[in-house]
T-cell receptor, first 119, second 114 residues
Framework: DGGITQSPKYLFRKEGQNVTLSCEQN?????MYWYRQDPGQGLRLIYY???????QKGDIAEGYSVSREKKESFPLTVTSAQKNPTAFYLC??????????????????FGPGTRLTVL | AQKVTQAQTEISVVEKEDVTLDCVYE???????LFWYKQPPSGELVFLIR??????QNEISGRYSWNFQKSTSSFNFTITASQVVDSAVYFC???????????FGKGTKLSVKP
C-alpha cells in the first residue's frame, strides 16, 4: 500500500539530546514537508524539500535540521538548540507543485505523526 | 499576508444534528487553493477536499458539503446528520506559503455525542 510512515510514534528525549524523527514515503512524491503542531494550534512549517539534495527552511526552522539524500526519505533532527521541542510532528508529501499546469497545487498527504516529549 | 481563521475553537453537537464549520481566509494571490483536512484522535491528517479559487461551485460528498464564497473569502464545511465518528479536529488550509507549504487555520474541534 502506498503511503507515508513515521517512526517512532512516541519519542522521549532528555534535555540536551539530539533526536531524529523518521519519515518515509512510497508515493513517488517529489516534495516533502515537516510540520509542527502544538495543542490548540494549526500546523507550522519547519522544513520543506522539493527535490533530492535540496531543502529550505520554513517558518520555525531554528533548532531543527533535515536531510534529503533519497526521494523516499526526509528525516528531521531535533537538536538541543530547540528550546521547546515538546510537540506533535507531522511529515507530509505531495506531487511537485511545478508539474502539470501552471499554478496547480496538489494536496499534501500526511503521515501518522510522532509525539515528542522532553523529560 | 496569507492567513486562515477558524473562529470556532470547539463545537459540540448531538448525533444527527447538522453542523457547519467556518473558515475565512486572506490572500493577495489571484489563484489559490483551499483545503479541508480531518484529524481524528489518532493524529493523522486526512485530506477531505481541494478547491480552486476559480471554481465557486458548491460541492457535496455524501454527508459532507462545502460552500465556497469568494465575495466573503469563506470556505465553510457542513456535516449533515453528524455521527460519532465525525468527532475530530478539522483544519482549513490555504495554498501560497512562501515555501510551497499550506497555511493552516488553528482548527475546530468537533465533538459529536451519541
Amino acid at each position: 500500500d502506498g503511503g507515508i510512515t513515521q517512526s517512532p510514534k512516541y519519542l522521549f528525549r532528555k534535555e540536551g539530546q539530539n533526536v531524529t524523527l523518521s519519515c518515509e514515503q512510497n508515493l513517488n512524491h517529489d516534495a516533502m514537508y515537516w510540520y509542527r503542531q502544538d495543542p490548540g494550534q494549526g500546523l507550522r512549517l519547519i522544513y520543506y524539500s522539493q527535490i533530492v539534495n535540496d531543502f529550505q527552511k520554513g517558518d520555525i526552522a531554528e533548532g531543527y535540521s533535515v536531510s534529503r539524500e533519497k526521494k523516499e526519505s526526509f528525516p528531521l533532527t531535533v537538536t538541543s538548540a530547540q528550546k521547546n521541542p515538546t510537540a506533535f510532528y507531522l511529515c507530509a508529501s505531495s506531487i511537485d507543485r511545478y508539474r502539470g499546469s501552471l499554478n496547480s497545487y496538489n494536496e499534501q498527504f500526511f503521515g501518522p505523526g510522532t509525539r515528542l516529549t522532553v523529560l | 499576508a496569507q492567513k486562515v481563521t477558524q473562529a470556532q475553537t470547539e463545537i459540540s453537537v448531538v448525533e444527527k444534528e447538522d453542523v457547519t464549520l467556518d473558515c475565512v481566509y486572506e490572500t493577495r494571490d489571484t489563484t489559490y487553493y483551499l483545503f479541508w483536512y480531518k484529524q481524528p484522535p489518532s493524529g493523522e491528517l486526512v485530506f477531505l477536499i481541494r478547491r480552486n479559487s476559480f471554481d465557486e461551485q458548491n460541492e457535496i460528498s455524501g454527508r459532507y458539503s462545502w460552500n465556497f464564497q469568494k465575495s466573503t473569502s469563506s470556505f465553510n464545511f457542513t456535516i449533515t446528520a453528524s455521527q460519532v465518528v465525525d468527532s475530530a479536529v478539522y483544519f482549513c488550509a490555504l495554498s501560497g506559503g512562501s515555501q510551497g507549504n499550506l497555511i493552516f487555520g488553528k482548527g475546530t474541534k468537533l465533538s459529536v455525542k451519541p
